[in-house]
């Protein structure tokens, strides 16, 4: 703790936090203090975010460590595996892909190299206007974004003919070639001005398969099975930078260890607490930050209707913008779910704020964006401070730098401010997919 904070310690102590204390006294706060603890909460971050781990990047050794880690506490939480995945392992594969031998024909001529691009699983692309490829044309940046978006999921085959102007488009195919889930659908970008009346398409793909796997444990609800509730957090990180003499390794402690720490203590606490009415799905996700790889296939096993909220954890180590007792939910205004929450914290001094970076897009950047675009009320919690977090993505997000108290409590009131929605008497509004950007 910062010295310069003692007074406001105190005072929060002697005022705010007077509820929380007084209340300890009653069942549900004794089974708080011993499941979410600062000693454990501590010992788990410690655990999670040490060099050992290598930085916890999708696909390597050390974040298999990480991930037997949590396997292993879901397992002493009491929680069941979900059906059809391996133990707590839910296992799926992301495919590389190198495309060979490309030959591209519009209107009867080769275009050049540069000018085109192949996003496939298929070992080998052959198209031409008898295939059956849609032709899609995106006129302005809105159209293409939206399209680009659509495809990463795709439904059919189609050509995508860039206007010059999107050149630039082209330019992060090869990270998307990188990292695809297996599809039965190509598609195939061109760039050019001029109209299409023919096309001639053939290409070779190499492809190799990465396995990752998020960790999911799940505590059956007791009267209202099929309703769930989903609390998340990510466990990947960025690996090591072997460029860097002083500190190879990002550790992730807050980014986000302590999320997935918060996922791991509220499991605990939940399967001890044992009034789930909901059946609780606890998740930790793989490959976030190589864009939410993880939490897209997670979140494609369910109905999005039979989820009735998300909780998504993300970067929970560090005081917010208000300081110490506060946390902020993406997307606030979408759902009455933080409002819910915020009422099951009076009188304990705690405040869950709107998110005051939507310039950022957090909502549609985390965990929870899946799920949030089919309208399921799914927030990510956070307090990281977006234009001022000085370890962020950094090789200095180690433990040292976090404020281990400020983060027991907040996982202490998810836990509190959960509880109506676990126990089925409060359900989150929707998310309006209408008026999604
Ligand atoms: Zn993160």
């Known amino acids: ?68 880690v949590i396997a292993q506490q879901f397992k002493e939480a009491g929680l069941q595996p979900a059906k059809g995945d391996s133990g707590y392992y ?3 594969a992301i495919y590389n892909s190198h495309i060979i031998n490309k030959e591209i024909k519009i209107n009867g001529v080769q275009i050049a190299d540069s000018l085109s691009a192949i996003i496939s699983t298929q070992p080998r692309i052959q198209a031409d206007q008898q295939s059956g ?10 159209e293409l ?21 999107f050149l630039r488009v082209l330019k992060m195919m090869p ?35 990465m396995h990752l796997a ?25 690996g090591t930078d072997p460029s860097n003499k002083q500190d190879s390794i990002y550790n992730g402690a807050n980014d986000d260890a302590s999320g997935t720490t918060a996922v791991m203590q509220l499991a605990k606490y939940y399967a001890k607490s044992g009034n789930n009415a909901r059946t609780l799905v606890f998740a930790a996700f793989t490959a976030e930050e190589a864009g939410g ?26 005081q917010s913008k208000w300081g110490e007792n506060s946390a902020y939910i993406t997307g606030y205004d979408k759902t009455n779910m933080g409002e819910l ?58 433990i040292s730098t976090l404020d281990l108290a400020n983060m027991n409590r907040i996982i202490r009131c998810i836990a509190l401010s959960a509880r109506t929605i676990v126990n089925g008497t409060d359900t989150p509004s929707r998310v309006n997919t209408a008026d999604l950007d």
């Open 1 to 68: 703790m910062q010295s310069k904070n003692l007074l406001i310690l105190i005072a929060g102590l002697l005022l705010g936090n007077s509820a929380v204390l007084h209340a300890q006294n009653n069942k549900a706060d004794k089974l708080l203090d011993k499941t979410i603890n600062q000693k454990q909460t501590t010992t788990l971050l410690t655990t999670l975010s040490a060099d050992n781990m290598e930085g916890r990047k999708y696909g390597t050794p050390g974040i298999r460590k990480a991930a037997a």
């Open 293 to 318: 790889f993880g939490s897209t296939f997670f979140s494609h096993q369910f109905d999005p209707a039979k989820v009735m909220a998300m909780f998504n954890i993300e970067m929970i180590g560090t």
């Open 133 to 142: 490829y849609e032709i899609l044309q995106p006129g302005n940046q809105h």
């Open 175 to 209: 990270r998307l070639q990188q990292h695809q889930f297996q599809s039965d659908f190509t598609t195939i970008f061109i760039a050019s001005d001029e109209a299409v009346k023919s096309f001639d398409i053939k290409a070779g793909n190499q492809l190799s398969a």
């Open 341 to 398: 929450l915020q009422k099951n914290l009076e009188g304990t001094g705690f405040t869950f704020y709107p998110d005051p970076y939507t310039d950022q897009h957090l909502f549609y950047r985390s965990d929870n964006a899946t799920l949030a675009r089919q309208g399921v009320p799914a927030h990510t919690i956070s307090t990281s401070k977006m234009d001022a977090e000085p370890n962020y993505h950094k090789v200095s997000d180690e």
């Open 214 to 238: 998020n960790i999911v444990g799940i505590l059956p609800g007791k009267s209202k099975p099929e309703e769930l509730v989903i609390f998340s957090g990510h466990y990947d990180h960025l």
């Open 90 to 92: 839910q296992n799926f």
């Open 145 to 165: 974004i939206k399209l680009l978006g659509q495809r990463r999921h795709p439904s059919s085959n189609a050509l995508v003919i860039l206007p010059k102007k």
